[in-house]
């Protein structure tokens, strides 16, 4: 059975960093596309980061220049630095990938989330 263990969250100032971190663990062939979400208290979830296995990286516009992502493929781990962050960061942080089981065609999977709160 594949899971996604996200880590690295916290309460931070603003101004302030985090790095979080989403191993994904069991059997399967491949990962393809990861991603991280996140979701607001009354939001809904959106997309904040993405890379493609091949590091192809897109952003949302609202963390470019601030967030970065990146990968390793050999731990099957996805990362996500956060620089600059404000308070409308806080949010719970999803850990998504796109995972090719053993026997099974690709299909998404997500982590239980990791809560940001970023303090003024």
């Known amino acids: 059975q594949v899971q996604l263990v996200e880590s690295g969250g916290g309460l931070v100032q603003a101004g302030g960093s985090l790095r979080l971190s989403c191993a994904a663990s069991?059997?399967?062939?491949?990962?393809?596309?990861m991603g991280w979400y996140r979701q607001a208290p009354g939001k809904q979830r959106e997309l904040v980061a993405g890379?493609?296995?091949?590091?192809?990286?897109n952003y949302a516009g609202s963390v470019k220049g601030r967030f970065t992502i990146s990968r390793d493929n050999a731990k099957n781990t996805v990362y996500l630095q956060m620089n600059s962050l404000k308070p409308e960061d806080t949010a719970v942080y999803y850990c998504?990938?796109?995972?090719?089981?053993?026997?099974?065609?690709?299909?998404?999977?997500w982590g239980r989330g990791t809560q940001v709160t970023v303090s003024s």
């Open positions: 069991g059997s399967f062939f491949v990962i393809n596309a």
């Open positions: 998504n990938a796109n995972i090719v089981g053993t026997y099974t065609s690709a299909r998404d999977y």
């Open positions: 890379i493609s296995r091949g590091g192809t990286e």
